[in-house]
Each structure stands twice: as structure tokens, then as C-alpha cells.
């Protein structure tokens, strides 16, 4: 009997021991599924994106007038001077209406009734010609500014298209922020210039040429100046790599520079791919960029116009991994095999209510009177009178 209890015992023991493994078991099957689901699922290529937000806060219209014997418009570039809280704003004028130029302006940002940041003026206080190296202003149709930066070493990089037409070749200049003259110009590779003024086999095409310019970096403060980054990128594609075939996107060039007291380096050039064109766009393509932060993260505008009007779309990018493409002559082929710039969409302008016009400029402004970022855009009215030039605050939350 003592050994008929105890093998009953031992299968109740055995029946139990299976029951409390099943058991718990089930429980940690219960629980990754519950984690499972409040966990949210991120992809791969997310974790390559900063978390940004904009906020669309208020727009300032600053009429067509004349300044100082100059027409102000063609705003096609900002830079905040947070030290001196002054807004440089670049002309794209080629000198039809003034010499080629960028204005100083000065803005008060206050809070409406609804306790939300807005604009409360915005004043011209002067401009600044640019000049050459002799010190004289640019000959009309020699250069046509498209993109300004501030660098740490209190000096202004301007970009310049060129005029492909009149044979003047787009670069890259260091201005001297005080008298606007040209201090040096950085090394262009000769894929970007084109070798004729009519149907040139490469280069930048006219009008479609150095548009997005912006500066990372910070000063020593010991009287040298840490080396900096300086990043340029085309409007639209190279003569070279441009595929006429509106079902596949064009592919923009991005240049990194590395730039110290002593020497400038191209570090490494990558693809950008460009939004699809609209149907019916005239004209599509990047028209500014921002850094936001020393690893590789910007904020670029990509701007297109036709029969649908004016389209606008802020994105982020993720430059880490992106091949260099500096040794590859034409994008026109397979490039597959070519990891681009990658981009997440910020904000699409359609899905806000206010209508936008030919965006072209932005820059990190003043800190809103709550603390946060502003991030401000500008408007290029191409000189017509009976439009007035749009700056865009918005809160730029990372």
C-alpha cells in the first residue's frame, strides 16, 4: 500500500509540475504580447530620423518697395546673426534693380491674443553690397546669389549660380560680413562647370545650379577657429546626370566640405533624390537646406510651380551611409547600387491653410518668447510688383 500511495503521489507530484510549467508558460507568452502591443513598432530606416515637429505660427508680408536706391526683392537666402539678433537677407538681383546685395533686417516677435508667438514687425536697416576682390561691385549678369550662411568665423559663404548663357560660371564665395567683399572661393570640381554657354555636354544647368547653402560649426572662442563644415547642393541635376523621363526622379549633387584657417577640403559628395515632378510643374527642385545638428541632419525645402500653382514640402535627411559619388561621372545610368540622401517628409505647405508663395530661403531664427526654435522661411517675389514677399514663422520642436 505504501507503494501504491506514494506512486499515486508521484503522478498528482508529475500532473501538478506539468500544470505550473504550462501555466507559466502561458504567462510569458500573455505578457510579450501585451509589451508587443505597447511597444510601438519602429522601422529601420526611422531610427535614422531625428523626432521634429513644426508648427505653422504666423506670416509677415513685406510689400514691393525701394530702399535705399535699390528695389528689395528677389529674397532668395536667410542667416540669423544670433549674437547681434539680425536677419541677413540675400537678393537674388543680378544687378537689373541694384547691385548684387544682401539686407539686414530687424524683428520683433511678440504673442497675439491667444497666447501664440507671432510677428510684430519687421524693419530694413540697411544693406550690403557684394563686392568683387578689386573691392567694386559685380558686373551686371556675372553673378547671381542664390544661398547665404553665416560661419563661425563671422564671415558670410554666399553661393552663386552663374549665368550659363553669358559664360559665367556658378562658385562659392567667403564674404566679409562688414564690407561684403570677397575674401577667397572655394575649389568647385570641373563636373560642375559647364563647358559651353550653348548646349553644354556638362555642368550645372542654367538657372538650376548652387541654390541650397548652409554652415555647421562653432568657434573656439580662443582666437582660431575650429574646422567647420560647409554643405552646398544644385537645384535640380547636373547637365550630365539629367534623365528626361518624368516617371523617374532627378538626382540633385551634395557637396561636404571641411574648411579650416589653413586649407578647404571636398570631404565627399552624395545623391539626392528629388521629389517626382508634379504633373504639370514647370519647374521642380531644392531650394534651400539647413543643418541642424553635427550629425548629418538637415532640413531641406524642395519647391515646384506650374498649372497647379506654387507646391512646397520641408523634409529631413539622413546623410550617414549615403555613398560617395564624388568618382561617379553621370547619374543618367542604373544607380541602384548608389545609396542616396534619405528623406522623411516635415511638412507638406498643401495641408496647411495658408497659401505659400516661391519659398526659397530659411534659417533658424530667434528663440520664440516661450524659449522654443523658431524656424524662419522667405519668399523670392522675382521683383513683380504685385507681389509682396512672404516671411514664414514657424516652432521647430526636436
Not at 66 to 85: I, K, M
Request: glycine content about 10%; charged content about 20%; proline content about 7%.
Amino acid at each position: 500500500m505504501l507503494a501504491d500511495g506514494w506512486g499515486h503521489m508521484t503522478d498528482w507530484w508529475g500532473d501538478r509540475r506539468w500544470i505550473w510549467i504550462w501555466g507559466r508558460s502561458l504567462a510569458v507568452v500573455l505578457i510579450l504580447a501585451l509589451a508587443s502591443c505597447a511597444i510601438p513598432q519602429i522601422k529601420a530606416e526611422d531610427r535614422l530620423f531625428l523626432p521634429i515637429t513644426v508648427d505653422l505660427l504666423d506670416v509677415y508680408n513685406l510689400p514691393p518697395q525701394e530702399f535705399e536706391g535699390t528695389t528689395v526683392g528677389g529674397l532668395s537666402a536667410l542667416a540669423y546673426d544670433r549674437p547681434r539678433d539680425r536677419l541677413y537677407a540675400l537678393s537674388d538681383d543680378r544687378g537689373r534693380f541694384g547691385p548684387a546685395r544682401f539686407y539686414t533686417l530687424t524683428l520683433a516677435i511678440g504673442i497675439d491674443g491667444a497666447g501664440q508667438p507671432q510677428f510684430d514687425a519687421v524693419t530694413l536697416e540697411g544693406f550690403t553690397p557684394l563686392l568683387d576682390a578689386e573691392g567694386n561691385p559685380y558686373p551686371n549678369g556675372s553673378i547671381d546669389p542664390e544661398g547665404i550662411a553665416l560661419s563661425p568665423r563671422d564671415t558670410l559663404f554666399v553661393s552663386s549660380e552663374g549665368d550659363v548663357r553669358q559664360n559665367a560660371p556658378p562658385f562659392i564665395g567667403e564674404f566679409d560680413r562688414q564690407t561684403g567683399q570677397i575674401l577667397n572661393t572655394l575649389p568647385l570640381p570641373e563636373r560642375y562647370l559647364p563647358d559651353a554657354p550653348d548646349s553644354p555636354t556638362r555642368g550645372v544647368q542654367n538657372n538650376l545650379s548652387l541654390e541650397a547653402l548652409t554652415v555647421t560649426g562653432s568657434s573656439s572662442g580662443a582666437g582660431m577657429t575650429e574646422p567647420f563644415r560647409l554643405f552646398v547642393a544644385t537645384e535640380s541635376a547636373l547637365v550630365q546626370d539629367y534623365i528626361d523621363d518624368p516617371s523617374q526622379p532627378l538626382n540633385t549633387r551634395f557637396l561636404h566640405y571641411l574648411i579650416g584657417d589653413d586649407q578647404t577640403t571636398l570631404i565627399a559628395e552624395h545623391r539626392y533624390p528629388l521629389d517626382l515632378e508634379p504633373t504639370g510643374a514647370v519647374a521642380n527642385g531644392l531650394t534651400d537646406m539647413l543643418s541642424i545638428d553635427p550629425g548629418g541632419h538637415f532640413l531641406a525645402l524642395e519647391r515646384a510651380f506650374g498649372l497647379r500653382g506654387v507646391q512646397v514640402k520641408l523634409f529631413q535627411l539622413a546623410t550617414g551611409g549615403a555613398t560617395d559619388i564624388s568618382a561617379i561621372v553621370s547619374l543618367a545610368g542604373d544607380v541602384s547600387g548608389i545609396s542616396p540622401i534619405r528623406k522623411q517628409l516635415v511638412l507638406n505647405f498643401d495641408d496647411t491653410p495658408l497659401a505659400v508663395d516661391n519659398l526659397e530661403g530659411m534659417t533658424l531664427g530667434p528663440r520664440l518668447p516661450d524659449g522654443s526654435q523658431s524656424l524662419l522661411l522667405v519668399s523670392d517675389n522675382n521683383f513683380d510688383g504685385d507681389r509682396t514677399t512672404q516671411l514664414i514663422l514657424l516652432r521647430l520642436t526636436l
